[in-house]
């Protein structure tokens, strides 16, 4: 057990709240400050992603007994369903045997979060602005305004669960020797709706993630609890197929007309809601150390904000609140140690998932919608039923195992570049399954 | 010739100094902000690396005809003096005829040119804080404390040359879509000294840049005008040889009669200095855009902050000034196309020499060592002299020319691969000028 703390955590977000819960569970008193308003009382703001949780999510979520109740509020998705002009609905499952992601719903996780947490004794502190923070003894200086009165609130340690652009993380750039980056992509996204069917149930099939790749852009959905779907426009700013050129409702018609045909009968608010929805940037934050002593130290999106091509920011948030509880199991009060292992296991695996969640926008967006690619993977999984111990396709390794996403980015490299022979075989087309493609790949992985 | 503006320039630096005179000489009013006091009214602080003006720089002085005043406190490097462990001194020239890189104390070049701009009617504001600038509508926010009064200084223009570290760019990262990157190095930087001797003269050849290789350490020397040498120890910050494990005196002359036994007579204060001064970190750092609309334009190490491996960090920032200066000259009152285009074409030669600062760490301190390099810098030289058109060396391309960096970059690599190639040639030691290694080259340059 821990001596007993008072902490703070800075964000009450989906990691901040988590995170809250563990530490409270451990013995601490806990206060968590967000400069918003309590998310339980406001309605949503029309620029999420839903999430799909996978193993690494439920892992977090199981381990404090959470996962259960959770899973009440989610939806599996165990395929893509690939959308082409012309072509009959395609699906590709992502795991064997059913495993499957699951959709949730942003805003109702973390109310839901945010009710479990207080449920669990965690205090929290809305509307409350934290601009700075003392790292060497862990004080916050909130108040009304960046340049008027602040106040003092004066703890054993701060975690910074406060997202891409946290405050925390804002002071500690400041410090020497603090590596930083941000990176945003040219492509925005925009949030449009597919509402239920009259009497409730969805339009499309619901238990996958729909795709309309296009190449530089793609719609994709996700199914929500009351039938309805959220869809996310992905496009670049500028260029001929772009935000920018969607200036007015009739460009818009003509371009989801052209692109997008099936679209136009289940998105009826297409024009309001594209005109109403902010467009808003994609952007991957790195950053080296996570810590300051033992007082401070940053977790989730606060120190590693990745794009959300593979699904994985909230699990890996997630995973971070696993990686340290066992830490904090291992070394009780050396938290000196703890928030360096800390930093130290986390900080590959969270370059690993950026990497991976970058390149995967080109996989959504143009390779579901390649036969070359889709045989790929078709040989990849035949493969991998008859020898599971030679071969654990990327996706599955970094959605549905516990496997560190460094070691799947690695393994992922070696197994492309035998996928790149295995593709150069004449007639590969028909000798897919074939004893030769299979001695082959077992050639080329030893 | 250009409407007649107010301009502020954020940064008494080289950059913002020698600015500040291009933008008088065009017309403008122009004042320049620094939070530090007159560089000619203080000592100078123990941690700067002696500057090396080549022909970029030179460009950019002569422009505006200071570059005979600069000449006068300017000494000639045409040579690397290459010091190892029980050899002999070896000669490494730089580029043919006497080509040569100037050694500039930073400080002394820095007071010139604030009285040259003082001369030219450029006013000065010395000890005051610039904390923010309103992008929107060029103003400085100036006061004594970040979180006291402020006041404010409307401008037409305003320049941020205010560094690594630059406030006025620390307002653009917040904006969205502001693409930024810091990363240090491992590796610091510590001031030593070498004095003249009694009658002036130095201590060690004059017209050279010394350099003690050690591979993952270095020490180098730059000559001054009265007869020292400022010397620079880079070295990790950890590990075996590193500044932390020289803790002591004993520990401290133990690592200089070991790795620089030639150096020990000749720097007598090394145990004070190095306890004294400071030792420095080395950061890259990147930024995109470099420009706020017409009214905000970052220049120098405020938008590319380099190593200093390569001796270009004033080189590329005085660039800037030419570039921006021509644009200036072509667009007139067109602010807008003068920013961009500023910064468009930048960029890439921005990124470049930084990538090329970054590697020439690995020239400096371990390659100069090496006979096999030396062997392909002397066949690079032979295949030069005979072919002019058809090579220029990297250094020679980045140093005493004026083509872009970004060029320089592209085809060093392309040299370096055809390098590689001739180096594996059998025998290259005896026949590296033959025929036969002359029409390979050809071959390969084909």
Redesign the interface.
């Known amino acids: 057990m821990q001596t007993p703390l008072k902490i703070a955590v800075v964000g009450s977000g989906l990691v901040g709240s988590l995170l809250a819960i563990y530490l409270k569970r451990a013995g601490h008193t806990v206060h968590v400050y967000d400069r918003s308003p309590d998310i339980r009382t406001i309605q949503f703001s029309g620029r999420s992603i839903n999430l799909a949780m996978s193993h690494r999510g439920w892992r977090a979520l199981d381990e404090v007994g959470l996962g259960d109740e959770i899973r009440q509020i989610a939806i599996p998705m165990d395929k893509r369903a690939i959308h082409i002009v012309g072509e009959p609905l395609a699906f590709q499952y992502y795991g064997k045997d059913g495993e499957s992601i699951y959709s949730l719903s942003r805003g109702l996780l973390n109310r839901k979060m945010v009710s479990l947490a207080e449920a669990e004794g965690v205090e929290f502190f809305f509307e409350t602005k934290i601009w700075d923070v003392t790292l060497a003894d862990a004080t916050l200086h909130a108040g009304d305004t960046e340049?008027g009165e602040w106040n003092e609130l004066k703890y054993d340690k701060v975690f910074g669960a406060d997202g891409a652009f946290s405050r925390v993380r804002h002071r500690m750039?400041r410090q020497?020797?603090?590596?930083?980056?941000?990176?945003?992509l040219n492509t925005g996204y925009k949030e449009l709706n597919i509402p239920a069917n009259e009497d409730g149930t969805h339009k499309l099939d619901k238990n996958s993630l729909h795709i309309w790749p296009r190449n530089d852009f793609m719609l994709i959905a996700l199914p929500n609890l009351d039938g309805s779907f959220t869809c996310t426009l992905f496009m670049p700013f500028e260029g001929e197929n772009s935000f920018e050129a969607l200036k007015d409702k009739d460009s818009l018609e003509k371009f989801f007309a052209t692109y997008f045909p099936s679209t136009i009968d289940v998105i009826p608010d297409l024009v309001a809601d594209f005109f109403k929805n902010p467009t808003s940037?994609l952007v991957t934050m790195k950053c080296y150390p996570w810590t300051y002593s033992d007082k401070v130290a940053l977790i989730g999106d606060a120190c590693h904000a990745i794009v959300p091509f593979y699904g994985h920011g909230m699990n890996a948030g997630f995973e971070d609140i696993t990686i340290l509880n066992q830490l904090m199991g291992q070394y009780g009060d050396d938290w000196d140690t703890i928030f360096k292992e800390y930093e130290i296991s986390r900080k590959p695996n969270a370059d690993a998932i950026a990497e991976l969640s970058y390149r995967n926008f080109m996989e959504m967006s143009s390779k579901t919608a390649d036969a070359k690619f889709l045989l790929q993977k078709k040989i990849e999984k035949w493969f991998s039923a008859k020898h599971p111990d030679k071969w654990l396709p990327l996706y599955s390794r970094v959605t549905f195992s516990y496997r560190p996403y460094s070691e799947a980015l690695a393994i992922g490299d070696q197994q492309k570049a035998i996928m790149d022979e295995i593709m150069q075989i004449d007639g590969i087309e028909e000798k897919w399954n074939s004893p030769e493609v299979e001695q082959k790949i077992i050639e080329l992985l030893s």
């Open positions: 340049r750039q020497s020797m603090f590596n930083y980056s941000q990176e945003f940037t």
